[in-house]
């Protein structure tokens, strides 16, 4: 019923930059929120980045500065501009978004299958 594919990520050295994009798709009645959240091995997912429907973003402290969410509504897609990036930025990124279907009562979670981004010299 719903769709969300990423695309962007890669193989990058230290110091560059990568866009990631998650576009949603399908029975979509409404998004609220969307983000990214990102899981390294061996360790839990955790929070990069939401954005509201109003455009107020949270970030996670070591993405602030240096990476910037974003959303274009009509398309139903959101976006993380990743720069200055570091080793320890080497994960699997994962789009999330907060939506209600057509015919649907409530609000769900739906995830994207996630992009590799490793940082490496």
């Known amino acids: 019923q719903v769709q969300l594919v990423e695309s962007g990520g890669g193989l990058v050295q230290p110091g560059g930059s990568l866009r990631l994009s998650c576009a949603a798709s399908g029975s979509i009645f409404r998004i609220n929120t969307m983000g990214w959240y990102r899981q390294a091995p061996g360790k839990q997912r955790e929070l990069v980045a939401t954005?509201?429907?109003?455009?107020?973003?949270n970030y996670a402290d070591s993405a602030k500065g240096r990476f910037t969410i974003s959303r274009d509504n009509a398309k139903n897609t959101v976006y993380l501009q990743m720069n200055t990036l570091k080793p320890e930025d080497t994960a699997v990124y994962y789009c999330?978004?907060?939506?209600?279907?057509?015919?649907?009562?409530?609000?769900?979670?739906?995830w994207g299958q996630g992009t590799q981004v490793t940082v490496s010299s």
């Open positions: 999330n978004a907060v939506l209600k279907i057509y015919g649907g009562n409530w609000y769900n979670a739906y």
């Open positions: 954005i509201t429907t109003g455009d107020r973003t």
